[in-house]
T-cell receptor
């Protein structure tokens, strides 16, 4: 049973560029959330997608945007990259009919902005 | 969601029980207690959650005090692979496809020592 799959695993981008990160949720899951984890910190919530719509958003600028596709997979886009965007980006999925069960997280994409 | 307080770090001898405390003195009656852990360079892993009663699964036990103001995660026989950061999170119960975010603190760094 495949868990949450994220790609790529590592990425190096230059300041000012744009990046797209991808996530395939665990089989049977329909809700996807994205988190940013800076070095030494806990993950911070970016946004959540359900039924192809953004349902909740954390305290992140509009440079961060996302999309969910009909097959429940998701993308995170970050425009005009800043050095401070360097972090581990985590995707998490869950099954909406069981909303109080735990999320399944992927292993993340390590983004380095130089 | 109620705030949580956890010790910064703890040590545990291999084979012994690891007891990780969490204070959540402002918890409301409809808020769950969740535990996740994050092994170095991986995404967080769901461990267990509970509302009022003590819970046990194949990974751990969760003991919630009667007044619900604190809880303890118990790993009955810690192994070296249990070395990780453990996060205690309190979150309000939702229904249906309700949106919710997980608010991570800095967690407890558990080191299992041979």
């Amino acid at each position: 049973d495949a868990g949450v799959t994220q790609s790529p695993t590592h990425l190096i981008k230059t300041r000012g560029q744009q990046v797209t990160l991808r996530c395939s949720p665990k089989s049977g899951h329909d809700t996807v959330s994205w988190y940013q984890q800076a070095l030494g910190q806990g993950p911070q919530f970016i946004f959540q997608y359900y039924e192809e719509e953004e349902r909740q958003r954390g305290n992140f600028p509009d440079r961060f945007s996302g999309h969910q596709f009909p097959n429940y997979s998701s993308e995170l886009n970050v425009n005009a990259l800043l050095l401070g965007d360097s972090a581990l980006y985590l995707c998490a999925s869950r099954f909406s009919p069981a909303p109080n069960y735990g999320y399944t997280f992927g292993s993340g994409t390590r983004l380095t902005v130089v | 969601d109620a705030k949580t307080t956890q010790p910064t770090s703890m040590d545990c001898a291999e084979g012994r029980a690891a007891n990780l405390p969490c204070n959540h003195s402002t918890i409301s009656g409809n808020e769950y207690v969740y535990w996740y852990r994050q092994i170095h360079s991986q995404g967080p892993q769901y461990i267990i959650h509970g509302l009022k009663n003590n819970e046990t699964n194949e990974m751990a036990s969760l003991i919630i005090t009667e007044d619900r103001k604190s809880s303890t995660l118990i790993l009955p026989h810690a192994t070296l692979r249990d070395t990780a950061v453990y996060y205690c999170i309190v979150r309000v119960a939702v229904s249906g496809a309700g949106s919710y975010q997980l608010t991570f603190g800095k967690g407890t760094k558990l080191s299992v020592i041979p």
